[in-house]
């Protein structure tokens, strides 16, 4: 299983882009890269997920570089609303359960 | 709407006393799963099942039962609780060949 790494926490204010990063560079042929998003005592909830390039949808981009040992989530112009702890993972694809690690708190001030 | 529903959302008990908590999606998922999130650990599964009347043990298995009679349904049994197993637990469930799990609401369990 890849580990992953990511910042512990980060900041930044309402109406800016924010891009949260995650190393993993053990990552398999066949892994996938997700990321979860989990507000204070609720579910993770699915952002996005890719393999490789860009993957855009009407929440995130998702950005992997070639050597896939790295992706970068990006959330455009947020708000506060946003303020929750990002997961990244990554996944073997049919996999039967998810591996989270501390994941990235992101506070968004006004 | 889809999604998954557990009850109850909290609950206090008190060490060796039974209980289940429900688990329960509407997505026709085949795959379902327990989780139990606790500070500075993560979420670690419990036990997932494949399908109705498929189980197996996750990563923290030990205190807990599970069983998969229909597909909609999964409940998580503690026969004997003890204070260890204080913690907030997640169930999910995902499509075959999707990666992508929905959670739960979770439910916050204190044994005392």
């Known amino acids: ?21 995650c190393s993993h560079n053990n990552i398999a042929t066949n892994d996938y890269i997700t990321w979860y998003q989990q507000f204070p005592s609720q579910g993770p909830r ?4 890719g393999y490789k390039t860009k993957v855009t949808n ?6 992997i570089p070639a050597d896939r040992k790295s992706s970068t989530l990006s959330l455009p ?16 694809g049919g996999a039967d359960g998810l591996t989270f690690g501390k994941g ?3 506070i968004i001030q006004p | 709407e889809a999604q998954v529903t557990q009850n109850p959302r909290y609950l206090i008990t008190v060490t060796g006393k039974k209980l289940t908590v429900t688990c329960s999606q509407n997505m026709n998922h085949e795959y379902m799963s327990w989780y139990r999130q606790d500070p500075g650990l993560g979420l670690r599964q419990i036990y997932y099942s494949m399908n109705v ?15 998969r009679k ?9 026969e004997s609780p003890s204070p260890n197993q204080t913690s907030l637990y997640f169930c999910a469930s995902r499509l075959a060949g999707s990666e992508t799990q929905y959670f739960g609401p979770g439910t916050r369990l204190l044994v005392l």
């Open chain 1, 1 to 21: 299983l890849a580990k992953t790494t990511q910042p512990i926490s980060m900041d930044s204010y309402e109406g800016q882009e924010v891009n949260i990063t």
């Open chain 1, 46 to 49: 699915f952002i996005i997920q």
């Open chain 1, 58 to 63: 009407e929440v995130a981009s998702l950005f």
């Open chain 1, 77 to 92: 112009r947020v708000s506060l609303s946003d303020t929750a702890v990002y997961y990244c993972l990554v996944v073997e």
């Open chain 1, 104 to 106: 990235t708190h992101l």
């Open chain 2, 53 to 67: 009347e498929v189980t197996d043990k996750g990563d923290v298995p030990e205190g807990y039962k599970v069983s």
């Open chain 2, 70 to 78: 229909e597909k909609r349904n999964f409940p998580l049994i503690l």
